[in-house]
Nanobody, 125 residues
Framework: QVQLVESGGGLVQAGGSLRLSCAASGRTFSSYAMGWFRQAPGKEREFVTAINWSGGNTYYADSVKGRFTISRDNAKNTVYLQMNSLKPEDTGVYYC??????????????????WGQGTQVTVSS
């Protein structure tokens, strides 16, 4: 049974930084791509970024490019999201997701088979 547990969310002022973590268990972590999504109040869930199985390929939504960095540590079964220069519009619940395969780094929800419970990120102005 796959479990994904996010942590690291919180309240931060605009311009600040946060680092989210997502610890995975239940199957071979290094065999699957991982992604981060977010959902702002009253809005649909949206893609943020994803990373392939090795960490050698990443993809970012335009809204976070240059500010957010995704990485993974396969030895620790953990994927990270470093968020810098945070803006109030980055506020939302952040979810990590595990891909159905090793390579997909896009934003199609259907290509991700497992989801975490989410962690709240609030950026104050």
């Amino acid at each position: 049974q796959v479990q994904l547990v996010e942590s690291g969310g919180g309240l931060v002022q605009a311009g600040g930084s946060l680092r989210l973590s997502c610890a995975a268990s239940g199957r071979t972590f290094s065999s699957y791509a991982m992604g981060w999504f977010r959902q702002a109040p009253g809005k649909e869930r949206e893609f943020v970024t994803a990373i392939n199985w090795s960490g050698g390929n990443t993809y970012y939504a335009d809204s976070v490019k240059g500010r957010f960095t995704i990485s993974r540590d396969n030895a620790k079964n953990t994927v990270y999201l470093q968020m810098n220069s945070l803006k109030p519009e980055d506020t939302g619940v952040y979810y990590c997701a595990q891909g159905r395969g090793p390579s997909y780094t896009g934003g199609d929800f259907g290509r991700y088979g497992y989801w975490g419970q989410g962690t709240q990120v609030t950026v104050s102005s």
